[in-house]
């Protein structure tokens, strides 16, 4: 599908789970998702946000959904997601930003200062950005269990994008703010 216009997309590939899938035994599950996939559809639109969730609670089976970037939606899907990216077009190219993750729920180590905007690209660059956290999982501490998450995220500004997008990127960044999370 041709695009009168460049396309910004983002693809998040996420995973989480609980200290029940947290054995060696389970990680291969959690492991064998791939950090890039096809779009299952084009919408035409100006921004195209892809998502692929690998949950604990569905048996790591990825679901996926795929939404322009300002989609009201995607603040009312559950379960809940940090949604702490923010990217935009920004002249001809585009700007990311990455926020702390969840701050009152978020326990492992996070960088006490990031840039902002984190990462400036133009036409047909790419990032990814790379990150994990463990969370408790109630915000006043009520429930004192734990839950992980890692994300794999791809950005790109591309004028004419395929299915096949996300796998052919090279990102000219990557950014790892993977951390130990046991």
Do not use: C
């Amino acid at each position: 599908m041709k695009h009168a216009a460049p396309v910004l997309m983002i693809q998040d590939v996420w995973s989480r789970w609980t200290k029940r899938s947290r054995a060696a035994a389970d990680a291969a599950t959690r492991l064998a998702l791939p950090r890039a996939h096809t779009l299952p559809l084009l919408t035409g639109d100006a921004t195209i946000r892809h998502e692929v969730a690998a949950l604990e609670e569905y048996g790591f089976e990825p679901r996926q959904l795929v939404r322009t970037l300002d989609d009201p939606a995607w603040a009312h899907d559950r379960p809940m997601r940090p949604d702490n990216l923010r990217v935009r077009r920004v002249g001809d190219g585009f700007a990311v930003t990455l926020l702390r993750p969840w701050e009152g729920m978020l326990t492992t180590k996070w960088p006490a200062w990031l840039p902002s905007p984190l990462f400036e690209g133009g036409l047909g660059d790419a990032v990814r950005i790379d990150w994990n956290a463990r969370f408790r999982s109630s915000m006043g501490g009520s429930n004192r269990s734990y839950f992980y998450e890692e994300h794999t995220i791809w950005v790109t500004l591309q004028a004419a994008p395929t299915d096949a997008t996300f796998l052919a990127l090279a990102p000219i960044k990557h950014i790892d703010l993977r951390t130990t999370i046991y």
